[in-house]
């Protein structure tokens, strides 16, 4: 059977590619467990330092698929597979050691908006549009509010969770939920900027400094400065900071530079 999410590694970088144009990248119990596999891999693969998340087709994912939620009548409730793998995959790309951005080849709806919202970076064409659809349906985004939540400005989450209305790309910067929107045309330029950029930095470093922006504003202020005085002494005498010292007072690049 014909995976529903491609993999591609080259230069330190793992695209990780939605393919289901059809039912436009939804997320169904098939794509899902392909996605997990291909996260796994490009978290385990020495090789790869950056990760891409994107998508095939106009759209980058239209959220569940609406098809396998549908429950029998006679088979009650929670049968339906809501949850299937996607809390892990979230899990998986929000504590990611290795940077992942999030290339929106289109527009996002719904659970498609936990995967943008998971990712470090996300950056969408300006003619992408966004919407929170699911309380037109009955349900709740319960799932993606985790990462969603600790994006969106408070104002604008309680805007769009509870009407539903389209957005667009414009606005979804303005309120955190993407970190750029570009013309179509220059969509892979900004993620090599940013691909590129990542990649000149120490891995250790990219993965402690991914924990500081997530979880150090949860710590009080003199408990942050004794954490990190100690972090601050551990990460100068580190292999890995020697080897960034010495490369900038050499004027070369430093070894783990692709």
Not at 136 to 160: F, H, N, Q
Not at 173 to 201: C, F, N, S, W
């Amino acid at each position: 059977m014909t995976s529903l999410v491609h993999k591609e590694l080259a230069g330190g970088i793992a695209t990780i590619t939605l393919d289901s144009p059809p039912n436009r990248n939804a997320l169904s119990v098939r794509l899902l467990g392909d996605l997990e596999r291909r996260l796994n891999w490009a978290l385990t693969e020495p090789d790869v330092r950056v990760i891409v998340l994107t998508g095939a087709g106009p759209v980058f994912c239209s959220g569940a698929d609406l098809k396998e939620q549908r429950v029998e009548p006679a088979s009650g409730v929670g049968d339906a597979p809501v949850t299937a793998s996607f809390p892990e995959i979230l899990a998986l790309i929000w504590e990611s050691p290795k940077p992942v951005i999030c290339r929106l080849n289109g527009t996002a709806r719904a659970g498609g908006l936990g995967l943008v919202a998971a990712c470090d970076f996300a950056i969408a064409p300006v003619t992408a549009s966004f919407a929170f659809t699911e309380v037109r349906l009955g349900v709740v985004p319960a799932m993606i509010s985790v990462p969603v939540l600790r994006r969106l400005d408070p104002r604008a989450a309680a805007e769009y969770f509870l009407t539903g209305e389209v957005f667009d790309a414009a606005r979804a910067v303005q309120i955190g939920l993407l970190t750029r929107a570009v013309p179509a045309e220059e969509l892979d330029a900004a993620v090599q900027h940013y691909a590129g950029m990542l990649l000149k930095g120490g891995p250790e470093a990219l993965a402690i400094t991914k924990w500081l922006v997530r979880d150090l504003p949860g710590v009080s202020f003199e408990e942050g400065l004794r954490q990190m005085t100690a972090l601050s002494a551990q990460r100068f005498t580190s292999e890995e900071g020697q080897e960034g010292i010495a490369a900038f007072m050499a004027k070369r690049p430093a070894k783990w530079v692709p």
